[in-house]
């Protein structure tokens, strides 16, 4: 059932529903990692997800629903799948060979969803498949230099465009403090971008860092 109160910071495909008496954001198409469901709605946990989670923190991301996206870090298609149910065509770039195959028979049943097995550090590898001028680039990638991935990737994303990126303390540095690693990361990213608005993702996720930030 669809919660009568409508999200405004929701894009169009995205709604609140309820689920076990919660409300919950959901999106529609086939189930992907057993989730909920309800008809042809699919429960979007932000335990499981940082897009989710910022947009449960209600961040500035400005989706509308329809954009072209850029996926950096796609791994089994958790969070792809939804953001490919509610947008256009869908990049997920994932370098590890088996969680790409899983997101390959995740794409079997939305045709806007292109998986690449390739490495988010090295975009000249699939600037050739990607269309130019993306409106969003989503990025989710535990891995060391996570700002400068995101630098590295500002080439594909629109002058308008957004970047929506999850930063893991950890995956950068495990012994300094989560504040210390963002505010690093922080000015990384004003090489390539403005930052909007950031905002820690707990309760949904721990030592993790919400960005919204705009090309320069
Ligand atoms: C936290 S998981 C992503 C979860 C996913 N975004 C979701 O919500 O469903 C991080 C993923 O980034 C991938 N990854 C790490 N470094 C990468 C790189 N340089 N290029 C592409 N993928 C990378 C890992 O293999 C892993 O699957």
């Known amino acids: ?15 609140r529903r309820q689920f076990g008496g919660e409300s919950r954001l959901a999106t529609q198409g086939s189930p992907v990692y057993g989730e ?11 335990r499981r997800s940082k897009l989710a989670a910022m947009l ?18 796609g791994a089994s298609g958790t969070t792809v799948s939804h953001v490919a149910d509610f947008s ?37 590898t699939y600037a050739h498949v990607v269309e130019s001028d ?24 629109a002058d308008d465009g957004r970047l929506l990126l999850a930063i893991k303390a950890r995956s950068e540095d ?13 000015e990384s990213l004003k090489e390539a971008y403005e930052i909007v608005e950031t905002q820690r993702l707990e309760p ?3 030592d993790h860092l919400g960005v919204v930030a705009v090309p320069r």
Not at 1 to 15: F, I, Q, R, T
Not at 92 to 116: H, K, Q
Not at 140 to 145: F, K, L, P
Request: negative net charge; glycine residues 4%.
């Open 174 to 186: 495990v012994a300094s403090d989560p504040e210390t690693v963002f505010d690093r990361a922080r």
């Open 56 to 73: 449960e923190r209600e961040m500035d991301t400005e989706l509308q629903g329809d954009e072209t996206v850029l996926y950096l870090g």
């Open 88 to 124: 256009g065509a869908t990049y997920a770039v994932e370098f590890a060979p088996r969680p790409t195959r899983d997101l390959l028979n995740v794409a079997d049943s939305r045709n806007n969803l292109f998986p690449l097995l390739k490495d988010a550090r090295k975009p000249a």
């Open 204 to 206: 949904f996720h721990t």
């Open 134 to 157: 993306v409106d969003v680039i989503v990025q989710d990638v535990a891995t060391r230099g996570q700002a400068r991935v995101a630098c590295e990737n500002r080439q594909f994303l």
């Open 36 to 46: 909920p469901t309800d008809g042809n709605w699919r429960c979007w946990d932000a």
């Open 1 to 15: 059932m669809s919660d009568s109160k409508k999200d405004d910071n929701l894009p169009a495909g995205v709604e």
